[in-house]
């Protein structure tokens, strides 16, 4: 279950740090240089901007998790050949 969940986290940041995506705000409608409340889609754009600049920290994090995964199936291997 904790395996499932952490592959499950890391393919969704690995999606969001590769995304080519031009993300841009939408311009201004109203009169001036208006201070608005930033939406969820304003809060959701920076999150993927600010996954681009860890692109290196999230590619060692999937060695890890091979690392991880290719250990929990020697170890699965070596248990099955004892019994």
């Not at 920076?46 to 995964?69: G, H, K, P, Q």
Request: glycine share 6%; with cysteine.
């Amino acid at each position: 279950m904790i395996a499932d969940l952490l592959i499950f986290g890391t393919l969704l940041v690995n999606a969001g740090a590769v995304l080519n995506f031009k993300l841009k705000r939408k311009e201004s409608q109203g009169f001036g240089d208006e201070s608005r409340a930033p939406t969820t889609g304003d809060n959701i754009r920076e999150f993927l901007l600010s996954l681009r600049y860890f692109r290196i920290f999230i590619a060692l994090w999937n060695v890890f998790i091979m690392f991880c995964m290719i250990l929990a199936l020697w170890i699965t291997e070596i248990n099955l050949r004892h019994l």
